[in-house]
């Protein structure tokens, strides 16, 4: 290919002559030099510093070979990038680089002035810690990528890309640490991400229905997280992470069930502590699904088995409603979701006064009105509240929820227990990369009860755990002299 | 992952399966025949069990990762394997009908005033034919996760109602001699046989990481919690025991003072039902798996709906008493039990035994069973003809 006036209108051509691709001509050695960019993404000041003005100002003398005199004198500071056809050159510029047509060269030069423009590294809003590191990722690949080398300094960190999406050629990036991950779950990801035929992915959202192996499921089968602290534990522990451009998710995997009950606060915080705050959480979870279910079963079918105080109070504060259980409940629980969807999306200064319409008005006059009883808006307030103790969970949970509402009410406290059982079959039944799900309860792996309901000392976890398939060579934590006194 | 369970998943699972049938009505039957000595019925029988569990454990071993077919075929013969393999099917089938017969009277007596069972029993269909499905690993890991609860759930009714148990009522012992002792085994000893569900796991456990010490404590500990239960049981209710059918529930209540169940009993009353539909599961597996081996079938879906079309045919049997009486305490089911449980074994061990060195290695060296599921040819079709479009 041979750089002329026409590989310029080409390119053009090709680009549709939208607005934003912007060129400038230079004379460098008596040569036209023509410069090409796309202007919203190009960083034009850096452009203008590093590459016109040292060509504008150079003091030309004769050369035989422009392209080399360009690349020695102006563009030393950079990494140029030859392209051999116009196409090469338009991807290039789409992300963000300067292309250099040479007139009567054989290649077109290409140089990085990517303009990277994202917000900046705050706390993401999910992952908030009361003690601990706040840095979250950012909509950034790049930053991203930095804020996870900023924190490993091994070159046992693995970072490859890949380009995703027939229209956004989407950056997306795979870490692990070779020595650690294991290498079977890192190939299947990448020949899973490699395969995958999209026209665009926005975000690592995209990708998950490609990478789970159960695509109808209704429970989460690969881990997000939001912050590299919690990235780097995770791929410590033998995980690999996935990386999106543009998107401050980071999909992990393997991924096990126990992970949500985990949070990056309890690897900073006293370890009794965090065995109590656990175990809290699990049992919260079970109220979420469950209690709602539980009340409507007690309610119609077994209140005989409520001890007889208890019995009392509830019939007297349940008098005169003239919705059965299952209805109140059920009114209750959807009134919940729409008041949850409403303030989600509303704008944050009309949150205040929705709280007010939901918990004050709403609640407050049913009860009065005499349409629903005050217990059961103490149990769905319940379950509602401990919901979002695992919020990752609680689209999941929430569907339960319903289910177990449901099936109290047709078949009372049997139904439930078949219920459970049902569920943790299920799950039990889950393989997420080689992880069984509800590792390392069952099947029971007692290496890593350590890090369960209780959390040892970080002195003390020297292996790594076993519930994620990780490089089993490298199973101890620490290094040989340690291990070793 | 293999699809194996392993080592401390099947001791999981004799201790569920040691304990699961014991609660519930034998206590109460037992006392019919052997009166203040059925506690030692049911120590001895379980002993017996628990010797048995490492008899089959050594033919596990000694199968050599085939499957029960595959080695009561070479240790037995073609023909004596088939006849053991529909002995076994029977003594499934006994087992299936007891636990849904007694769930079915267990919920119904504490849980509902009134209930259509046939309607009811569909949830438990549905699951039942879910984890019989999903095979051994899935209703292992389902046991590894309820079996504490489970526990907890025993020891806190016993702890509660240890006080008011009079231990003169276990006296006096052997008045009428050791006979009824004999007969009364015999007569329940459908009952027992608890270890039967591992001939269907031959080929199926990663023996591995094998400790023989976990297993023994399971055992140990499953016969001492099913003691401590018979004894606050005949402690509590002496000469009224044959009409407190359901033990686990009736003791607790028992606990309260009152007519209904107290704070947190009813919880763990109700946990039982999980046991036993776990159970439910594991035996009908069990049976899936005998009719696949007889019928040679490869597929899990008739012999599914075969098993559950069997549990669903039971719910049409009206009462209990007709159910046990007629099937489960017949003579008939106590034979199926001696015969599979009790003699089969020691019919392979001793045809182990005189296999002859060169039969053996060929045994041994004859291709072992996958482990690994077949892969769905519909599945598979799809994936063909999307990789054509």
């Keep these: 290919m041979k750089v002329s006036k026409e590989t310029k209108s080409k390119i053009q051509k090709k680009l549709h002559q939208s607005s934003d691709i912007k060129t400038r001509s230079v004379q460098f050695f008596g040569t036209n030099v023509d410069l090409m960019y796309i202007a919203d993404i190009t960083d034009t000041l850096l452009m203008n510093n590093s590459l016109v003005y040292p060509m504008v100002s150079f003091k030309a003398g004769e050369t035989d070979d422009v392209v080399k005199e360009l690349k020695d004198k102006v563009l030393s500071n950079h990494e140029v990038n030859e392209f ?34 994202t917000r900046a590294v705050m706390e993401p809003p999910t992952s908030v810690v009361i003690k601990g590191p706040r840095e979250g990722f950012t909509e950034s690949i790049k930053y991203n990528f930095a804020l996870i080398r900023k924190r490993v300094k091994t070159n046992d960190l693995v970072i490859k890309t890949l380009e995703i999406g027939e229209l956004t050629k989407t950056e997306v990036g795979i870490v692990y640490f070779s020595s650690v991950a294991d290498k079977k779950i890192v190939d299947e990801i990448t020949k899973r991400l490699s395969e995958i035929k999209i026209d665009g992915v926005l975000d690592a959202h995209y990708l998950i229905s490609y990478l789970q192996r159960n695509k109808h499921s209704l429970f989460k089968q690969i881990g997000d997280v939001e912050k590299p602290d919690i990235l780097v534990g995770k791929m410590l522990e033998g995980r690999v992470g996935i990386l999106v451009d543009g998107s401050p998710i980071v999909l992990t995997l393997p991924f096990v069930l126990i992970e949500d009950l985990q949070n990056s606060d309890d690897y900073y915080s006293q370890p009794i502590r965090v065995g109590f705050v656990r175990i809290l959480r699990l049992i919260g979870v079970i109220f979420a699904i469950i209690l709602p279910g539980v009340y409507v079963s007690l309610e119609i079918y077994h209140y ?3 001890p007889t105080k208890f019995l009392v109070t509830i019939m007297n504060t349940t008098q005169g409603i003239p919705f059965s259980p299952f209805v109140e409940i059920l009114f209750l629980v959807l009134l919940f979701e729409i008041l949850y969807e409403a303030n989600l999306r509303m704008p944050q200064y009309f949150g205040m006064a929705m709280s007010i319409v939901g918990a004050l008005i709403l609640g407050e006059t049913t009860v009065n009105a005499g349409l629903v009883s005050p217990p059961a808006v103490m149990i769905v307030a319940l379950s509602g509240i401990t919901f979002y103790i695992i ?27 078949i219920f459970c059982v049902f569920v943790l079959s299920y799950l039990s039944n889950f393989d997420s990369y080689k992880s069984a799900y509800l590792a390392p309860t069952a099947p029971y792996i007692a290496n890593d009860q350590q890090d369960l309901f209780e959390r040892a000392n970080i002195a003390d976890m020297k292996k790594r755990p076993k519930s994620i398939s990780n490089n089993r060579k490298n199973s101890v934590r620490r290094g040989k002299d340690d291990s070793q006194s | 992952m293999t699809l194996k369970v392993n080592f401390r998943q099947l001791s999981i699972l004799v201790f569920m399966s040691f304990i699961a049938l014991k609660f519930l009505a034998l206590p109460s039957l037992l006392y019919l025949d052997s009166k203040n000595m059925s506690w030692m019925v049911a120590l001895a029988l379980m002993i017996i069990d628990g010797l048995y569990v490492f008899l089959i454990l050594d033919l596990m071993k000694k199968s050599n990762h085939h499957n029960i077919l595959d080695f009561m075929k070479a240790t037995l013969g073609q023909v004596m394997a088939r006849v053991f393999l529909v002995l076994l099917m029977l003594k499934y089938a006994l087992v299936i009908a007891n636990i849904s017969k007694g769930l079915e009277f267990f919920v119904v007596e504490n849980f509902y005033e009134k209930m259509n069972w046939v309607v009811f029993v569909l949830p438990l269909l549905l699951l039942t034919g879910f984890m019989a499905y999903k095979g051994v690993r899935n209703i292992a890991r389902v046991s590894e996760i309820i079996c504490w609860a489970i526990i907890f759930g025993c020891i806190y009714i016993a702890v509660k109602s240890l006080m ?48 023989l010490g976990q297993m023994i404590k399971y055992i140990v500990f499953s016969i001492l919690l099913v003691m401590l239960i018979y004894f606050i049981f005949f402690g509590l209710f002496d000469v009224t025991a044959p009409i407190h059918t359901f033990a686990i529930s009736d003791i607790s209540q028992f606990s309260s003072g009152h007519s209904s169940i107290d704070e947190l009993s009813w919880l763990v009353v109700s946990l039982w039902v999980t046991a036993q539909a776990v159970q439910l599961a594991l035996y009908s597996y069990c049976m899936v798996e005998t009719i696949k081996a007889l019928f040679n079938v490869r597929s899990n879906t008739f012999p599914i709906i075969a098993v559950l ?56 060296d004859s291709p072992q069973q996958e482990n690994v599921p077949e892969e769905k040819p519909r599945v598979r079709a799809k994936a063909v003809k999307n990789e054509e479009t």
């Design chain 1, 84 to 117: 051999s056809s116009e196409q090469e050159a338009i991807d290039g510029m789409l992300k963000g680089m300067t292309i250099i047509l040479v007139d009567g060269a054989d290649k077109i030069l290409g140089c990085d002035m990517e303009k990277i423009t």
């Design chain 1, 304 to 306: 005989k088995i409520l």
């Design chain 1, 391 to 417: 919020p990752s969970q609680a689209a999941q949970f929430s569907i339960l929820r319903l289910c177990a509402i449901v099936i109290g009410a047709c078949l009372g406290l049997y139904g439930m227990l």
């Design chain 2, 164 to 211: 008011g148990v009079e231990p003169l009522n276990f006296l006096p012992l052997f008045d009428e001699g050791v006979a009824p002792l004999f007969k009364s085994g015999f007569h329940h000893l459908s009952w027992f046989g608890s270890c039967t569900f591992m001939f269907m796991l031959f080929g199926k456990v990663d023996f591995s990481r094998k400790k």
């Design chain 2, 309 to 364: 079309l069997y549990i669903f045919m039971w719910s049409f049997v009206g009462e209990m008493t007709v159910g046990l009486e007629k099937v489960f305490l017949s003579p008939y089911a106590s034979i199926v039990t001696l015969i599979a449980q009790y003699v089969l074994p020691w019919l392979m061990l001793i045809g182990y035994a005189t296999m002859g060195k060169i039969k053996r290695q060929k045994f041994n």
